[in-house]
């Protein structure tokens, strides 16, 4: 109690260092991130009337009329639809991928862990636009290396075009989850394998028995992050558009925001964000329920 | 294998960590098949080659001609042109191209620097002082974190544009001063590494609040203060739509829109095809050298601050 008390009056004597540690990032904080979203808000209720057909338009409060719009808008919601398909493959892949990968590193299996490691994480140093023109030549029929594929399988058509985005996104992120699931299995203390070891369980037995478990955390803090990746899915489509006609201005729901807003329908648009931003955190903030009800139990 | 089992252990009183790194490997090798040793190393090489192939190809094809791009082997070396390629592109328009480099090296550079020392003396106050609203303040931070840059553009877009202020270099440098993810990383690493006892006695010899964080808290921060500046960077240099749907006036854009757009010109501007490739060579080479030269604070970085 009175190590609190303490620590009070401490806090009112440091007023002044108080406020020069936390008013840059307050204030920034404020104007970048709440303003905007509140401002979004405000915008998303209002409607565009005119006086007449050529009337001057005028912004009036609308209620939740942009709403029902969002509701019935078909194309935003197949574009929701088809990240959420795109998720429920790329997501376990991507991560089932890095999870092997990590245990690998951290198995005495492997020599030269330290080049693996980094070969592995340099494609997150690719922005992924770049990333996607790179694969987007990788995929073409005629420029590609790997014709002799390119040429019978189309990467680029409909059908494929939304797994050959997935691969991209693989490519660039598995490394970097990796990499955290990788910092977790080195946070195990050693001891806890060591008896498991004298019993003479093997190196498969002690990472699907021991390890796994332990980097259950680091799978769910990767996991909600892919999701929050999956849904803002922009940057690898806007840039195939360039290379399939397959890709339409609707093909994901920050694609569909950005046409709807260039338009200009900016209160449809801004309706779209704020649902778009409320159904991502309603899902990353189930899967961490959900897993921890998982663990616990 | 009384003899295999006691030196493992006797090593890892010294060094837990590396006995279970390469350095155990010959102990364990007796007990872990040849089949499971082959099979992992085969994963590995596997892997490398899909991780790496693509950037490979990048290189080598930035270094061939216009003639042998399409006619030579496409991931071995034709003719060495990558000079006279890079001299081309940086002769087109009037070096457009490194303007946006210039350009990306501000808004990342400077920005993630800034960034980074105001989220880390945020970071520090919420560690190390109490103050009411404190808890709700950092979780207040904590939820910025799960808010993703893109959902934040078109608000960003509409705030500005009631000020009159896109299609400015404040419209993508200013929102890049935020990290929330960096404030959450110093607090942890805060709480963590900077000893109460250690600001006490900063106050007994007099020194202000302000001046120990700079003089002594940030030493002891630099590995959380590495991986923030880092992962910052990155985000800025990689961000796309707020440049994307905020900037008009090419000059201003960062590299990655400049690509973007000569990308979709390919179709009725051939040659800018090869300018491309060489352009995304070059917009990638200052990222990877970069986490390559900061890797040792950036590892441990992650691995102290990232999953608590």
């Avoid at chain 1, 006086?51 to 194309?75: C, H, M, R, S």
């Avoid at chain 1, 998720?87 to 590193?105: C, H, K, R, S, T």
């Avoid at chain 1, 996991?223 to 006609?245: K, N, R, Y």
């Avoid at chain 2, 607090?187 to 001046?211: K, N, T």
Wanted: no cysteine.
């Amino acid at each position: 109690m009175t190590d609190t008390a303490v620590r009070k009056s401490r806090g009112i004597r440091h007023r002044g260092a108080l406020a020069v540690f936390l008013v840059p990032f307050g204030a920034l904080f404020a104007l970048f991130y709440v303003i905007p979203i509140g401002y979004a808000v405000y915008q998303s209720l209002l409607v565009v009337e005119r006086d007449g057909t050529f009337g001057p338009a005028v912004q009036v409060f609308g209620g939740l009329t942009q709403y029902i719009a969002v509701f019935e808008n078909e194309a935003f919601w197949s574009s929701i639809g088809r990240v959420l398909l795109f998720g429920v493959v790329q997501v376990p892949i991507m991560l089932g991928v890095a999870l092997i990968l990590a245990l690998l590193l951290d198995s005495p299996l492997v020599r030269g862990s330290k080049f693996f490691r980094l070969a592995f994480f340099a494609p997150y140093a690719v922005p992924s636009v770049i990333a996607a023109i790179m694969w987007g030549f990788l995929y073409s029929p005629n420029l590609s290396p790997f014709t002799g594929v390119t040429q019978t399988v189309d990467f680029l058509s409909a059908e494929s075009v939304l797994w050959s985005i997935a691969n991209v996104v693989t490519w660039v992120y598995v490394g970097y989850n990796m990499l955290i699931i990788y910092s977790a299995l080195l946070a195990i203390p050693s001891e806890i394998y060591e008896a498991a070891r004298l019993d003479g369980a093997s190196q498969f037995r002690i990472a699907w028995s021991i390890k796994i478990p332990l980097v259950v955390p680091a799978l769910v803090l990767t996991g909600i992050f892919s999701i929050i990746g999956t849904l803002q899915l922009l940057a690898e489509p806007q840039v195939f558009q360039s290379f399939s006609s397959a890709v339409t201005s609707t093909f994901t729901p920050n694609l569909t925001i950005y046409s709807t807003a260039s338009i200009p329908n900016i209160s449809l648009a801004a309706a779209m964000s704020v649902v778009l931003a409320l159904a991502t955190f309603v899902l990353s903030f189930t899967v961490l329920k959900l897993t921890q009800r998982r663990t616990a139990a | 294998m009384t003899a295999t089992t006691a030196s493992p252990r006797s090593a890892n009183a010294v060094t837990p960590r590396r006995a279970r790194g390469s350095g155990s490997s010959q102990h364990s090798g007796i007990r872990e098949s040849a089949v499971s040793r082959t099979i992992a190393m085969a994963v590995m090489v596997v892997a490398t080659l899909y991780f790496l192939t693509p950037i490979w190809w990048l290189f080598v094809a930035s270094s061939k001609t216009r003639a042998d791009f399409t006619t030579t082997a496409p991931l071995w070396f034709a003719d060495f042109a990558l000079f006279e390629n890079i001299a081309a592109l940086f002769d087109y328009r009037n070096a457009v191209f490194l303007r946006w480099l210039a350009n990306s090296a501000l808004y990342a550079g400077i920005g993630a620097l800034i960034a980074t020392i105001i989220a880390a003396m945020a970071g520090y106050a919420i560690a190390k002082y109490t103050f009411r609203g404190r808890e709700t303040l950092f979780n207040v931070i904590l939820g910025g974190v799960l808010v993703p840059a893109t959902a934040l553009a078109l608000p960003l877009f509409l705030l500005f544009s009631q000020v009159g202020a896109t299609n400015t270099i404040w419209a993508v440098f200013l929102p890049s001063l935020v990290s929330p993810f960096g404030v959450y990383l110093s607090r942890i690493y805060a709480a963590a590494s900077v000893p109460d006892e250690i600001i006490e006695a900063a106050r007994i010899d007099g020194a202000g609040e302000v001046r120990t964080f700079f003089t002594v808290a940030t030493r002891l921060m630099a590995p959380a203060l590495v991986t923030i500046f880092l992962f910052q960077f990155v985000a800025i240099w990689n961000n796309f739509f707020l440049p994307l749907i905020m900037l008009r006036d090419e000059s201003l854009f960062p590299v990655t829109l400049g690509l973007y757009v000569w990308n979709t010109q390919v179709s009725q501007i051939p040659d800018i095809r090869a300018l491309v490739i060489i352009g995304s060579l070059l917009s990638i080479i200052p990222l990877i050298l970069t986490f390559l030269g900061l890797q040792r604070f950036w590892q441990s970085g992650l691995a102290n601050g990232g999953l608590k």
